[in-house]
């Protein structure tokens, strides 16, 4: 069964700064990768996909890198921003059982002024 | 944009009532997904669908059923509602191919209460 590990489980920074989220895998034989946000009482939103084949993927501050081998990616978020705050989920696909998901249970971002 | 939406955002039943909650998405996905999120415990998966009449069982699909008549709607069914079914139902939809590379639309949720 694939577990997905996010550390921390929460990160309490000042605006500006770059930090790192982390999450691991069990199971190398993945799909694809994604990062997901959740604001409170809402929805998921998907950030970043990085498809097995991939090293990393960047959408505007974001960067998620990807190690297959060692079962781990980070999400890199430049020049935080007090709006960064959120829940921060990650997610894999294994190969054998496409399109279902397995999360982790996320890391609780505050970005404070 | 792709939608997804619940039907009910807040939803509050009494122990032992039959409870619906609808889910519909626009851009023709074949895989829907109902998740349950509660805190501590994170985001699990109760029941999926690769396509319209089929079901596939999650990790908790005690207590629940679904439906899937047509693509675009995706309906979890509390058979006999029970207090420990109080958490917050999240639905998501995917394609199987084409742009978004299997990635995963979530519903803004529905945060249920059972009296």
């Known amino acids: 069964k694939q577990e997905v590990t996010q550390i921390p489980a929460a990160l309490s920074v000042p605006e500006g700064e770059n930090l790192v989220l982390n999450c691991s895998f069990t199971d190398s034989a993945i799909y694809n990768l994604q990062w997901f946000r959740q604001d409170p009482g809402k929805g998921l939103t998907s950030l970043l996909l990085?498809?097995?084949?991939?090293r990393e993927q960047t959408s505007g501050r974001l960067n998620a890198s990807l190690d297959k081998s060692s079962g781990r990616s980070t999400l890199y978020i430049a020049a935080s921003q007090p709006g960064d705050s959120a829940t921060y989920l990650c997610a894999v696909i294994r190969g054998s059982t496409l399109g279902r998901l397995y999360f982790g249970r996320g890391t609780q971002l505050t970005v404070w002024p | 944009d792709v939608k997804v939406t619940q039907s009910s955002r807040y939803l509050v039943k009494r122990t032992g009532e039959k409870v619906f909650l609808e889910c519909v998405q626009d851009m023709d996905h074949e895989n829907m997904f109902w998740y349950r999120q509660d805190p501590g415990l994170g985001l699990r998966l109760i029941y999926f669908s690769y396509d319209v009449k089929m079901k596939e069982k999650g990790d908790i699909p005690e207590g629940y059923s679904v439906s899937r008549e047509k693509k675009e709607r995706f309906s979890l069914i509390l058979e006999s509602a029970s207090t420990n079914q109080t958490s917050m139902y999240l639905c998501?939809?995917?394609?199987?191919?084409?742009?978004?590379?299997?990635?995963?639309?979530f519903g803004s949720g529905t945060q249920l209460s059972v009296l």
């Open positions: 990085i498809q097995s084949s991939q």
């Open positions: 998501a939809s995917s394609s199987q191919t084409g742009g978004h590379g299997e990635k995963l639309f």
